[in-house]
């Protein structure tokens, strides 16, 4: 499909196409702290994000054990900002995201290790199990964020609850 393109054309394309999904990020998350959260906002990008393990039906796309274990690993540790970083507050009974500087700036760091680290890992594997490499990344910061989130959600309800009685 892509033949006809360089190998350097197409991690140009790459790289691009990174940007513009955390610029999306970034926007979407700064439209989200505008209305309530729920657990269902909560839960279900994580959800829907699972089904791209279905990538791996496909054997160009399939890696190592030990790079998935290892991307994974890397993606929990990146959780880790973004999970000090997000914040909830009540406000009129409902629990809202809190809008913080710290979370955008940890984003766009993140953006720029992952890109770092996305011309180096291209060296090592082909671009598909490159774009494997990093959705287990993606996945492996996305889930223990969206938990923590979750979790933080369930004592700001109760707390509420518990105040309203």
């Known amino acids: 499909m892509f033949s006809h393109l360089s190998e350097s054309t197409l991690q140009i394309v790459s790289m691009v196409v990174i940007a ?16 309530p959260t729920s657990v269902r906002k909560i839960i ?6 699972s089904t791209g393990y279905l990538m791996f039906i496909f054997p160009f796309m399939r890696i190592s054990w ?16 973004l999970i000090i970083s997000s914040h909830m507050e009540v406000s009129d ?3 809202y995201l809190k809008r913080s500087p ?17 011309s180096y890992i291209e060296k090592y594997v082909t671009i598909p ?4 490499v990093f959705f287990i990344l993606a ?7 969206r938990i923590a989130m979750y979790l933080r959600y369930k004592s700001f309800t109760a707390a509420t609850a518990s105040l309203a009685r």
């Open 66 to 81: 030990t790079y998935g274990i290892i991307a994974f690993g890397v993606g929990l540790l990146f959780s880790i900002p």
């Open 93 to 95: 009974g409902q629990v």
């Open 20 to 35: 513009v999904f955390a610029v999306t990020v970034i926007m979407v998350r700064l439209q989200a702290a505008k209305k």
């Open 44 to 49: 279900i990008p994580p959800l829907g994000m």
């Open 102 to 118: 710290a979370f955008i700036v940890v984003l766009l760091v993140l953006l720029i290790v992952r890109l770092g680290l996305h």
């Open 139 to 145: 996945f492996g910061m996305l889930l223990p964020w």
């Open 129 to 132: 199990q490159t774009g494997a």
